[in-house]
């Protein structure tokens, strides 16, 4: 079933203009699309533009902004910032990080008429795109597996370890990152945060804490890691593996990180909060 967005999305194409073609001159075929052979797409603008749908209620047509910038970065950034603070303004707790990481991800569908959906009260959001759509979901999430290309790298990192820290993060959160096919080819992301999701029963301790930079550092690894031990951090930081593991020791001790018993460490939700104040 079409929906109001759909209708509404159909209607801006076929009110924006199109060339005359002269008698006797047949319509050329479109050129490939930028982007799918490796090469930077162009920055999407007018009808192409990413739009950002709010559903405020379920039962009322959704607000819809364009979003529109200069060049590919900017556009990301954007992204990602309207989609935040739409979010939160629903009250929503989506981390920005997650979004940053998606928004990145879009490179790879080169922005082919992307849709981004925020539902019940910020706590769900849709990105779909209908780009060349994600072939292998369980390797996508695996870390180390990447399509960008050297010129996409020159955006992003393309390193493989965005869906994957999206989804590890989110799983701090109780919340959930899943991909299906999109209607007419392209992807669906679809964060859920769990509904209700209760209180703390005292207040966050994140925002009292006052960290060194090399303890930031180390949170940020832990967070890209997944989990990680003193030696990696030590080589990650140029550090000795004794100056690494007294940091993991005080991090732990602050409550922001906790022991995987293996001489490993990961993130807190404490921790993960504490950086999306930060960063």
């Known amino acids: 079933m079409e929906s109001f967005l759909d209708r509404l999305l159909a209607d801006e194409r076929a009110a924006a203009p199109q060339p005359a073609l002269q008698a006797g001159v047949t319509a050329a075929a479109p050129p490939a699309r930028p982007g799918l052979d490796g090469e930077l797409?162009?920055?999407?603008?007018?009808p192409e533009a990413p739009r950002i749908a709010i559903y405020d209620t379920l039962t009322s047509p959704p607000r819809v902004?364009?979003?529109?910038?200069?060049?590919?970065?900017?556009?990301?950034?954007?992204?990602?910032?309207?989609?935040?603070?739409y979010c939160r303004e629903q009250g929503g707790q989506i981390p920005y990080t997650v979004l940053q990481e998606l928004m990145e991800n879009l490179l790879h569908a080169c922005f082919r008429d992307v849709v981004i959906t925020i539902l019940d009260n910020g706590q769900t959001i849709r990105i779909?795109?209908?780009?060349?759509?994600?072939?292998?979901?369980?390797?996508?999430?695996?870390?180390?597996?990447t399509t960008a290309?050297?010129?996409?790298?020159?955006?992003?990192?393309?390193?493989?370890?965005?869906?994957?820290?999206?989804?590890?993060?989110?799983?701090?959160?109780?919340?959930?990152?899943t991909v299906d096919d999109n209607l007419g080819g392209g992807a669906v992301f679809t964060i859920k945060m769990a509904a209700h999701a209760p209180e703390p029963a005292a207040k966050p301790r994140a925002p009292e804490i006052e960290l060194t930079t090399r303890q930031t550092k180390v949170l940020v690894l832990l967070m890209e890691f997944g989990s990680s031990g003193p030696t990696a951090i030590a080589k990650e930081l140029d550090i000795s593996s004794a100056t690494a593991f007294r940091e993991l020791v005080v991090l732990q001790d602050m409550g922001l990180i906790h022991s995987l018993g293996d001489g490993k460490r990961a993130l807190r939700e404490e921790g993960?909060?504490?950086?999306e104040s930060i960063l």
Do not use: W
């Not at 797409?41 to 007018?46: A, K, S, W």
């Not at 292998?136 to 695996?142: E, H, L, P, T, V």
């Not at 993960?272 to 950086?275: D, G, N």
């Open 41 to 46: 797409p162009n920055v999407p603008l007018g």
């Open 65 to 85: 902004i364009a979003v529109e910038e200069g060049d590919l970065p900017a556009l990301i950034a954007s992204l990602a910032e309207k989609t935040y603070h």
């Open 128 to 145: 779909s795109d209908h780009g060349p759509g994600v072939d292998d979901k369980d390797r996508a999430f695996q870390p180390g597996f």
């Open 149 to 177: 290309t050297a010129l996409q790298r020159q955006i992003i990192r393309g390193v493989g370890s965005g869906l994957p820290v999206a989804r590890e993060s989110l799983q701090f959160l109780r919340g959930v990152l």
């Open 272 to 275: 993960l909060r504490l950086l």
